[in-house]
């Protein structure tokens, strides 16, 4: 995988997603959450904006440190 391609300037983070929107907004109610739930950071998740492990690829090729934000209800 080519995280950056010729088209894209190298300051941009997100390659691909919702590039036809101005900004890229997701919404979330934390009702949908159930137990929790891992957020993308690294803008290669094809489950956007959750976390589908691809930063684990785009760390390793880049060299990279990033990771999800996660979700999680405080045990009781
Ligand atoms: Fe982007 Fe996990 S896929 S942080």
Same mark, same amino acid.
């Given at each position: !995988? #080519?995280?950056q391609t010729l088209s894209r300037p190298k300051n941009q983070v997100n390659p691909g997603i919702k590039k036809n929107e101005e900004? #890229? !907004?997701n919404s979330v109610d934390i009702e949908d959450l159930g137990d929790g739930a891992a957020f993308c950071r690294c803008w290669r998740s094809k489950k956007f904006p959750y976390c589908d492990g691809s930063h684990n690829?785009? $760390?390793k090729e880049t060299g990279? $440190?990033?990771g999800p934000l996660c979700l999680k209800k405080k045990c009781k």
């Open positions: !995988v #080519v995280w900004k #890229v !907004v690829a785009y $760390n990279d $440190n990033v």
